[in-house]
């Protein structure tokens, strides 16, 4: 049974940082790319950022550009996004999905096997 699992989320104020982690389960972790999507009330689910299987190739969407920075540590199963200079734009709930032997076109939903619950980040201002 694969299980991706967020941590690390919480309230921060504008400018602050935070962590995420996804640790997965239940499958070769090394063989999956890992993307992070986000979703803001009363909107879609958005791509913030990914990191192919390899782990050589990197892609973020424009708004983080800069802020956010994308990581995996195949040997123990976990993907991290690290947070900087928080907006509270960026408040939404986060999600880390795994896309088997992801390495084009991360960006798209569509192409993620498995996804995790979510872990709630809020911005103050």
């Known amino acids: 049974q694969v299980q991706l699992n967020e941590s690390g989320g919480g309230l921060v104020q504008a400018g602050g940082s935070l962590r995420l982690s996804c640790t997965a389960s239940?499958?070769?972790?090394?063989?999956?790319?890992i993307g992070w999507f986000r979703q803001a009330p009363g909107k879609e689910r958005e791509f913030v950022a990914a990191?192919?299987?390899?782990?050589?190739?990197?892609d973020y969407t424009d708004s983080v550009k800069g802020r956010f920075t994308i990581s995996r540590d195949s040997a123990k199963n976990t993907a991290s996004l690290q947070m900087n200079s928080l907006k509270p734009e960026d408040t939404a709930v986060y999600y880390c999905?795994?896309?088997?032997?992801?390495?084009?076109?991360?960006?798209?939903?569509?192409?993620?096997?498995?996804w995790g619950q979510g872990t709630q980040v809020t911005v103050s201002s």
């Open positions: 999905a795994a896309d088997y032997t992801g390495d084009y076109y991360l960006h798209a939903q569509v192409r993620y096997d498995y």
């Open positions: 239940g499958l070769t972790f090394g063989s999956y790319a």
């Open positions: 990191i192919n299987w390899r782990g050589d190739t990197t």
